[in-house]
């Protein structure tokens, strides 16, 4: 199984940052997974962002339910992550991961993709 990362990695202020993760190995149509965001700002610990599950149910980090959105498309085995009003603070490696249900181990995850939010 493999994960892997995509999208800008540089993302300016205000705006939304788009990434993409492309899962080989695995069918996210699978009832047995959660796929997941995970980032880590420089300096910081990981903090989870929020996951979505086989029949396409979200689920967020209290923290940045207002700002992101977590997405599935099985036709390209991808899931995807927008995270709107963009600051400074939102500089982090981006990383997806696949966590089994209960309980929700991680197994699996991409190599990380680097964003940064500058003017």
């Known amino acids: 199984v493999q994960l892997q990362e995509s999208g800008p990695g540089l993302v300016k202020p205000s705006q939304t940052l788009s990434l993409s993760c492309t899962v080989s190995?695995?069918?996210?149509?699978?009832?047995?997974?959660?796929w997941n965001w995970i980032r880590q700002p420089p300096g910081k610990g990981l903090e989870w962002m929020g996951a979505i599950d086989y029949s396409d149910s979200p689920y967020y980090s209290p923290s940045l339910k207002s700002r992101a959105s977590i997405a599935r498309d099985p036709s390209k085995n991808q899931f995807t992550l927008q995270l709107n009003s963009v600051t400074p603070e939102d500089t982090a490696v981006y990383y997806c991961v696949r966590t089994g249900l209960a309980p929700p181990t991680a197994d699996y995850w991409g190599q990380g993709t680097q964003v940064t939010v500058s003017s």
């Open positions: 190995g695995a069918a996210i149509a699978s009832n047995l997974y959660y």
